[in-house]
Each structure stands twice: as structure tokens, then as C-alpha cells.
């Protein structure tokens, strides 16, 4: 597994766990990320995206839904739900190339998700990319 890959899998992890736990401390969270990685810097990364999402979600799911047709946030699974706002985040607030944020969270969709899991989150980010796109021309 790629460095990053296993920072975004433990970043995914961590953004489930506030999803259906609201009320878990943010240092909860830092202490979960330090006891499954040990590099420094991945840690760094993976809090970084963590707390990008977290900051950024009102944003992110917005502009998840505006290309999600027929599909509102409460009927994704959690999984899917938080992979996308990890790639979407990857995409819009993130320096990561957008092909990247995408495998990487169709890979993440593939490991936690359905059997559906990684065409929903592709189909959904690679939109979200293009219409990026549009916006920027």
C-alpha cells in the first residue's frame, strides 16, 4: 500500500467515526490517527485531510449534491459518503492532481465500501472534476 493510501484509509476511518459519532473530541481523533500510523509526516497528512473535511463539509456537500442527481447525502452509505467528501476535498481545497484524489478514493470505495461502492464514487467525483472544470473556463 502506498505511503498516503494508508493515511487516507485511516483519514476515512476517522471521518466515519465523526459522521455517526458527532460528539467524539477532535483529540479522540488525533490520539486514533497517531496509534494506526507511526510516520510522522503520514500522520500530519492524514490529520490534515481530516480536518480539511471537516472544515470544508458544508462546501463539499454541496457541491456533491449539485451533481449527485437523485441522490441526497442521507441515503449514501457512510462509506461512500465520506469517501466522496475526501476525494471531493482532494479536488477542490487540496493540491492533489485530480486523477489522483479520484483513484484514491475509488480505492477506498473499494475496500469499505459495496460492490457498487467504486463506480458510485467514481461517477460522482469524476462530474464533480468536470464540472470544475466548466466553472474554471
Known amino acids: 500500500m502506498a505511503r498516503r493510501s494508508k493515511a487516507r ?5 476517522m471521518l ?8 467524539v473530541d477532535p483529540r479522540d481523533i488525533r ?5 494506526r ?9 492524514a490529520w490534515r485531510l481530516f480536518v ?22 442521507n441515503r449514501m452509505p457512510p462509506t461512500d459518503r465520506n469517501a466522496l ?11 492533489t492532481p485530480r486523477r489522483v484524489a479520484i483513484d484514491e478514493a475509488i480505492e477506498l470505495a473499494k475496500l469499505f465500501g459495496t460492490k ?3 463506480q458510485f464514487v467514481n461517477g460522482i467525483l469524476d462530474q464533480l472534476g468536470q464540472e470544475q472544470d466548466e466553472a474554471a473556463n
Open 37 to 45: 500510523i507511526s510516520d510522522e509526516d503520514l500522520r500530519h497528512f
Open 52 to 73: 480539511g473535511v471537516r472544515e470544508y463539509r458544508n462546501q463539499i456537500d454541496e457541491q456533491i449534491v449539485a451533481v449527485a442527481e437523485n441522490w441526497s447525502l
Open 116 to 118: 457498487n461502492s467504486s
Open 85 to 95: 467528501r475526501l476525494g471531493a476535498f482532494e479536488i477542490l481545497f487540496f493540491d
Open 16 to 23: 466515519f467515526q465523526i459522521d455517526l459519532n458527532p460528539d
Open 9 to 13: 484509509e485511516v483519514a476515512l476511518q
Open 31 to 35: 490520539k486514533m490517527i497517531n496509534e
